[in-house]
């Protein structure tokens, strides 16, 4: 469905109470601001008619006005921030326009600022955004990156740590941007997160390794040379692919070594390729015969 015939705004019960939570949202009243925006973000989750005729109402531009405004109050601009990352959890004409209105750069910029609850509020949304989008972004410069890497670091919170690694495998698209993230340090601040006692950072974490060695000798180089805790990367991923892992673990962590052996880091006759990456390929698809990314980390080995 295109943006021009979207229904007209239903999330209320009636005409009138709908102009009035508009009304307020275009208030000076940063309270009546507040809960305006609240019953928005409410009317929108898991709606997707809902978020198309929020959209249609032309709301996006206020809510990125409102994020911006650093005189607003803080519950403002982080309800307006979560409010936008729901919507970019509907349709790819929604995440498209969100993109096209330059949300990206805003919340990129907002990682500057202090409030701690903000910074949350934005990652979260740029990891909506980066993993729903088909839309290859191309304005994280090497500045951003490093922004990025820094709210991964050992003494950040788990949340975190999980959006920077997600957000950084998703805009992974290819040789430029594995690069890039290689040049500003990436491999070494993803490495410290292996031995993070959690699977919601390890995964990404892996994924992220994973997508940025794919088809590049000399960021595979990098990585295979990287060291957590004097324990270098293709030795940690050959603990992650146990069967006592969950399944997505190891899943991952064999695509990693695989991607890293085709990439010519790790040669074939490597024990860690021969003796565990293969077999955990090989009974992972006894587990999971339907999984088409098992078959393809096989058939290109």
């Not at 790819?92 to 907002?110: F, P, W």
């Not at 695989?258 to 006759?269: E, S, V």
Request: proline residues 4%; contains cysteine; aromatic residues 4%.
């Amino acid at each position: 469905m295109m943006l021009s015939d979207m229904q007209p705004f239903t999330a209320f019960m009636n005409v009138e109470s709908t102009r009035s939570y508009m009304d307020d949202l275009y208030s000076q009243d940063p309270n009546k601001c507040l809960s305006s925006i609240i019953c928005i973000k409410n009317s929108v989750i898991g709606s997707n008619r809902q978020k198309e005729s929020v959209i249609a109402q032309g709301i996006v531009p206020r809510l990125i006005a409102l994020l911006k405004d650093k005189e607003m109050k803080s519950e403002v601009r982080i309800e307006a921030a979560v409010t936008i990352g729901s919507l970019a959890k509907g349709t790819e004409d929604h995440i498209e326009l969100l993109i096209n209105s330059g949300i990206t750069q805003v919340l990129l910029e907002l990682l500057d600022e202090s409030e701690a609850r903000l910074i949350d509020s934005c990652l979260c949304c740029l990891r909506t955004l980066s993993h729903n989008s088909k839309i290859t972004e191309t304005n994280y410069t090497p500045q951003h990156l490093t922004k990025l890497l820094a709210y991964a670091g050992a003494r950040e919170s788990l949340q975190r740590q999980s959006c920077v690694a997600s957000i950084l495998s998703a805009i992974c698209k290819g040789t430029s941007e594995q690069n890039a993230l290689c040049s500003v340090g990436a491999p070494a601040v993803l490495a410290a997160l292996l031995s993070v006692q959690n699977y919601s950072v390890r995964i990404p974490v892996v994924t992220c390794l994973a997508t940025m060695c794919f088809n590049n000798s000399a960021v595979a180089l990098e990585i295979v040379h990287t060291s957590c805790k004097d324990i270098k990367v293709p030795n940690y991923l050959a603990t992650l692919i146990s069967r006592d892992r969950p399944i997505e673990m190891q899943l991952e962590a064999a695509k990693c070594l695989t991607n890293l052996h085709r990439a010519g880091a790790i040669p074939a006759y490597d024990p860690i390729i021969t003796y565990r990456t293969l077999p955990c390929l090989v009974r992972l698809c006894q587990v999971c015969i339907n999984d088409i990314t098992i078959y393809t980390s096989l058939t290109y080995w």
